[in-house]
């Protein structure tokens, strides 16, 4: 059974930092790219990040380039997202999601329960 | 950057109506378009990939249609169990998503 499980959300102040961390089983974690989208609450889903399955090509919404990293070690089945120079507006639930994209078509076929990010003095 | 335009952005249907809903690009994005339902409280789920390719394991009522720079997604018949909010996806540039479309029950 595919899981993600994604964890390292909490309370953070203006400017601080984060670091998200999604643990994947139930697949062979690198043949997939993996994304990170966002959920403002009671708001819209927003696409955050994306990486590759061998981390050769990562993209990143024009919101968040030059203060959010994406990494992931397929070593250990995981995925980051380093969040630094936090926002307000950066507050949301933050899911992992899967993408077969390396082999042509791209979705997001499975998802995390999400870890709530709250960015406030 | 391309966006992603849904409507309605709410509507409110009979169980076993025929729902609609269209997702329109800033442009052409040939069919690199996803559909996913939200339930309240949890992740999203897959529904409809590549315009028109039903997601294993999802019911037949649901399906979805276009290509180039506007796009369809159906529910045939509505169920208790569809009251949810449905985004559009492209994936041509990037990733976008819909402003979504929320579902009710009359």
């Known amino acids: 059974e595919v899981q993600l499980v994604e964890s390292g959300g909490g309370l ?30 009671g708001k819209g889903l927003e696409w955050v990040s994306s990486i590759s399955s061998s ?33 307000a507006e950066d507050t949301a639930v933050y899911y992992c999601a899967r993408d077969p994209g390396d082999s042509g078509s791209s979705y ?14 | 950057d391309i966006q992603m335009t849904q409507s309605p952005s709410s509507l409110s249907a009979s169980v076993g109506d025929r729902v609609t809903i269209t997702c329109q690009a800033s442009q052409d994005i040939s069919n ?26 999802v019911p037949s009522r649901f399906s979805g249609s276009g290509s180039g720079t506007d796009f369809t997604f159906t529910i045939s018949s509505l169920q208790p169990e ?10 041509d540039n990037q990733r976008t998503f819909g402003q979504g479309t929320k579902v009710e029950i009359k």
Not at chain 1, 12 to 40: D, E, H, I
Not at chain 1, 108 to 121: A, E, I, K, M
Not at chain 2, 35 to 56: M, R, V
């Open chain 1, 12 to 41: 953070v102040k203006p400017g601080g930092s984060l670091r998200l961390s999604c643990a994947a089983s139930g697949f062979t974690f690198s043949s997939y790219s993996m994304n990170w989208v966002r959920q403002a609450p």
């Open chain 1, 55 to 87: 981390s050769s090509y990562i993209y990143y919404a024009d919101s968040v380039k030059g203060r959010f990293t994406i990494s992931r070690d397929n070593a250990k089945n995981s995925l980051y997202l380093q969040m630094n120079s936090l926002r």
């Open chain 1, 108 to 121: 997001f076929d499975y998802w995390g329960q999400g870890t709530l990010v709250t960015v406030s003095s």
């Open chain 2, 32 to 57: 690199y378009l996803n559909w996913y339902q939200q339930k309240p409280g949890k992740a999203p789920k897959l529904l409809i990939y590549d315009a028109s390719n039903l997601e294993t394991g």
């Open chain 2, 82 to 91: 569809d009251i949810a909010t449905y985004y559009c996806q492209q994936y």
